[in-house]
Nanobody
Framework: QVKLVESGGGLVQAGGSLRLSCAAS????????MGWYRQAPGKQRELVAG???????NYADSVKGRFTISRDNNVNTVYLQMNSLKPEDTAVYYC??????????????WGQGTQVTVSS
């Protein structure tokens, strides 16, 4: 079964850190761009961070300097290290496998999401 499984979400106080993981099974992510997205209640899903096949990264302005995306193709996993968390980071976080190596346009494969809640 082809799927992406996110983990690592939870409840954290403002200023704290979390590390999200996205493990792929039934499919390889090594030649695809991968992205982390988030969706807060009443808001559209937005790209938080993306990483290309070659490891180049892109971040939303709201998370630059606080979040770091990385990938380990050996274990078919993408990570999102989130530091200095703010209440406005509260959302469901999803990972996505892009359809190409260098574009951050989302592909059709999404994980189920992991809830991140930041208390003030």
């Amino acid at each position: 079964q082809v799927k992406l499984v996110e983990s690592g979400g939870g409840l954290v106080q403002a200023g704290g850190s979390l590390r999200l993981s996205c493990a792929a099974s039934g499919t390889s992510i090594s030649i695809n761009a991968m992205g982390w997205y988030r969706q807060a209640p009443g808001k559209q899903r937005e790209l938080v961070a993306g990483i290309t096949r070659s490891g180049s990264t892109n971040y939303a302005d709201s998370v630059k300097g606080r979040f770091t995306i990385s990938r380990d193709n050996n274990v078919n996993t993408v990570y999102l290290q989130m530091n200095s968390l703010k209440p406005e980071d509260t959302a469901v976080y999803y990972c996505n496998k892009g359809n190409s190596a260098y574009s951050f346009v989302p592909g059709g494969l999404w994980g189920q999401g992991t809830q991140v809640t930041v208390s003030s």
